[in-house]
Structures are given as C-alpha cells and as structure tokens.
C-alpha cells in the first residue's frame, strides 16, 4: 500500500505488521495491527441549497477510532468545510475523502481476524455474541438486560439494513410484545457483526 501522507490530514502511513500517524499536535506513532481490538467507522455530510438552483455539500466528515488492546483509542478524521471551495474543487475533494475511506477500509482488513475473535472469546451459553449492550441469542432475539428487544424472525418483522445500522420495523399483525421500530447502530465493526450474522445465523442483506 502507497503512502497516503499528502491526502490525509494526521499524514497517515500503512506497513506490513503497523501503520504511522502523525497528529498535528503531537509526535509520530506506531499502531500494531495486532493490538486493534475494535474499529469505528463514522460518516456524514450536511447539506445546503445555493440560489434554489442546486443542492452542494456544505462539510464532508468521516471519522475512524481505532480502540486497542491496552484500553487506549486512536482517532483519525477527514474533514472539509467544502463551502470553502469553489465548485470545480468539489472533485478534488471527494477524491482525497475516497483515498482517506481506501486506508480505511485496509485496516478494517488487516485487523479482521483479531476483532473477531474479541467478540467470540465473550461467548456464552445460548448467546453468539455481545455487542454494545445487546446480546445475539442463538433463538435470533436479541436482547438488552435479559430482556427480549427484538427478533430475526422474520415472520414478526421487516428487516432492512440502513447505513451503517440494522433496522427492525415489526409486521401487521404480529402478536409479540417488542418494540415496534427499533434501529441497531452497527458503527463498530460492522464488518465482523455482518460475518457473523450470516455465519451463525444466515442472514445477510443485499445493500
């Protein structure tokens, strides 16, 4: 993987076994792929109307918080107030917040197989896994507290996957006393809890 230094704010680096990031207000560190445990991947755009004529992009934020093994976290963020830049930049831009998402998407990659098995070592009897404060059953409810939230049975409910978010919008005529909307935010390893949904439960979704 080339350097992607000039493209990214914190100069950002990937090598075999680490990658290097430089803040703007601190010295250059290591960070071992092999002591990433979890990954959050955030992303958002607001926009605004010019003269009624057209719809720009205003900011572009994407945000990546790399939590390891020792407790600590790193974050790493793209961000551009695009209302800044004249329109014919706006290619420039998104071609500099595509190279940022590529580094990205190669470090979620690389540390796959560590952070899956952080959420498999916290098995337990009649649950697949734990993730933010739900447990996933092997009956595909999932549960909060020891309370039933929701189900993956899909005789109960609509189950459409959202961007980076899992949502759950119970049936007509359902008789079951859940939740009737219910959105999961999956901006922790979404990769990981989508493997295992399919592995362990079948169920994969289409976008």
């Not at 909060?144 to 005789?155: E, H, R, Y």
């Amino acid at each position: 993987m080339e350097e992607l230094e000039k493209y990214l704010p914190d100069r950002v680096s990937l090598h075999k076994n680490y990658f290097k990031y430089n803040p703007r207000f601190s010295g250059e560190k290591k960070i071992y792929y092999n002591k990433i445990v979890s990954i959050r991947m955030e992303s958002t755009n607001r926009e605004t109307s010019m003269y009624g004529l057209m719809t720009v992009q205003r900011d572009l934020v994407s945000k990546i918080t790399i939590y390891l093994s020792n407790g600590k976290k790193v974050n790493i963020r793209f961000y551009k107030p695009i209302r800044k830049f004249i329109l014919r930049n706006k290619e420039k831009v998104m071609k500099k917040f595509y190279l940022f998402a590529t580094f990205c998407a190669a470090v979620e990659k690389v540390t796959f197989d560590n952070r899956l098995n952080n959420y498999l070592k916290t098995l337990k009897k009649g649950t697949i896994f734990k993730y933010r404060g739900y447990d996933f059953c092997n009956d595909k409810t999932i549960r909060k507290k020891g309370k039933v939230v929701v189900s993956f049975n899909l005789n109960e409910y609509q189950i459409t996957k959202d961007y980076k978010k899992i949502v759950f919008d119970k049936k007509k005529g359902s008789w079951k006393l859940w939740s009737n909307h219910v959105e999961i935010d999956t901006t922790h390893d979404e990769d990981v809890v989508l493997y295992i949904l399919k592995k362990y439960l079948n169920l994969s979704f289409g976008n």
